[in-house]
Structure formats: C-alpha cells, structure tokens
C-alpha cells in the first residue's frame, strides 16, 4: 500500500497551497480519506477528512472556510487558502477503515510519508 503525498512548499502568510494524494485504488476507492498534519513539538492533529463519495466533508475548526478538501477516486485534494503561520506542519495524507469521513486518528489504516507546509509571517 502506497499513498504518495505532494503539493507541499514554502508560501508567505494569506497565500495559497494544494495538497494532493495518490493511493493505490484497490485500499481507497471505496474508503474514506483524511488530511492530518503534525508541527515540531506538537502531536498529529486532525485537519479534514471525506467519504468515499464525497458526499461528506469534515474540517477543524481552525481550517474551516480556509481549506476545502475533494476527491477523485483514489486522490484527494487539500486545497489550502488564507494560509497562517501556525499551519506550517508536515502534512499527512490518510486512508480510513470505512466508507465514512471520521475525525479520529484511529480510525485511518493507511497513512503517506507527509509533505512539509511551511508559511512565513
């Protein structure tokens, strides 16, 4: 199982960024997926999540009406807007145990080798 993460930078603060994520179609296609990112010194955090048919999306609270996340198949998108300082972290791309989108860490099976995200100030 393979999820390939890219997209990831260097943008100055209010500038824009798109994530994206390739999995292996057979872990994904009928899975739910989920962006996840972890700065220094700071444990993994939730960021967005989305099913399998894209029919629901989910965000944290300190990204919503900032990043919208989409799906095409075994793809997702972060598409990543009014970008602040405090999102610089590496992010993680994430293939859930279920069709459904889910906030919870433990929830997620397959996990990407992250892109790093860094916004100057």
């Known amino acids: 199982v393979q999820l390939q993460a890219s997209g990831g930078g260097l943008v100055q603060a209010g500038g824009s960024l798109a994530l994206s994520c390739a999995a292996s179609?057979?872990?994904?296609?009928?899975?739910?997926m989920g962006w996840f990112r972890q700065a220094p010194g700071k444990e993994r955090e939730f960021v967005s999540s989305?099913?399998?048919?894209?029919?629901t999306t989910i965000y944290a609270d300190n990204v919503r009406g900032r990043f919208a996340i989409s799906r095409d198949n075994a793809k997702v998108y972060l598409q990543m807007n009014s970008l602040k300082p405090e999102d610089t972290a590496v992010y993680y791309c994430?293939?859930?145990?279920?069709?459904?989108?889910?906030?919870?860490?433990?929830?997620?099976?397959?996990w990407g080798q992250g892109t790093q995200v860094t916004v100057s100030s």
């Open positions: 994430a293939v859930s145990r279920s069709s459904y989108a889910s906030r919870g860490m433990a929830d997620y099976q397959y």
């Open positions: 179609r057979r872990t994904s296609s009928n899975n739910g």
């Open positions: 989305i099913s399998w048919r894209g029919g």
